[in-house]
T-cell receptor, first 113, second 110 residues
């Protein structure tokens, strides 16, 4: 079955370290997204991509970067982790069709100490 | 996101109906969605409604859309313990990007 997987599911790191969260989908979707989930804020869009070599900033992109070298993967990198980036991160993908439904991964819980 | 608002908590007795409300701001939204998140899991699409519809029914779920007031609601009939979860309202803000509300935590009590 096609799916979207995130790794690691849980990570603890220290302030200032670089962290990469992986996202891999097997649906061959062109669109991929990274959201963060925080209490009281719901999901906020970090970065998104509409295809290989395409990346775009979302509403909370400061301190994050992504790259899209193939259709299946959209890794999210925190260049220098900060305590404010402690959150649950969700990757999602969608195909280019009318309803725009997003398919979500299980999430990656990141704690920055 | 700030453009989509919903109440944060709802407590309902098992067997009763649950109604979760949402307001959105983008009148050009073509689709509006309800997602469900169970503990420790990602979001799963429950249902969606096209903006030219007023109502959509899918088994125990009824979605009502009032475009004039930019108000969306989700009614769950005969609420069960398995319906305990966080429910997110979302709008299609264009270019396949979805804007989400903060989520409503539904607690079903016996």
């Amino acid at each position: 079955d096609a799916e979207i997987t995130q790794s690691p599911r849980h990570k603890i790191t220290e302030t200032g370290r670089q962290v990469t969260l992986a996202c891999h989908q097997t649906w061959n979707h062109n669109n991929m997204f990274w959201y963060r989930q925080d209490l009281g804020h719901g999901l906020r869009l970090i970065h998104y991509s509409y295809g290989v070599q395409d990346t775009n900033k979302g509403e909370v992109s400061d301190g994050y970067s992504v790259s899209r070298s193939n259709t299946e993967d959209l890794p999210l990198t925190l260049e220098s982790a900060a305590s404010s980036q402690t959150s649950v991160y969700f990757c999602a993908s969608s195909e280019v069709k009318a309803t725009g439904e997003l398919f979500f991964g299980e999430g990656s819980r990141l704690t920055v100490l | 996101g700030e453009d989509v608002e919903q109440s944060l908590f709802l407590s309902v007795r098992e067997g009763d109906s649950s109604v979760i409300n949402c307001t959105y701001t983008d009148s050009s939204s073509t689709y509006l969605y309800w997602y469900k998140q169970e503990p420790g899991a990602g979001l799963q699409l429950l249902t969606y409604i096209f903006s030219n519809m007023d109502m959509k029914q899918d088994q125990r779920l009824t979605v009502l859309l009032n475009k004039k007031d930019k108000h969306l609601s989700l009614r769950i009939a005969d609420t069960q313990t398995g319906d305990s979860a966080i429910y997110f309202c979302a709008e299609n803000s264009g270019d396949y990007k979805l804007s989400f509300g903060a989520g409503t935590t539904v607690t079903v009590r016996a």
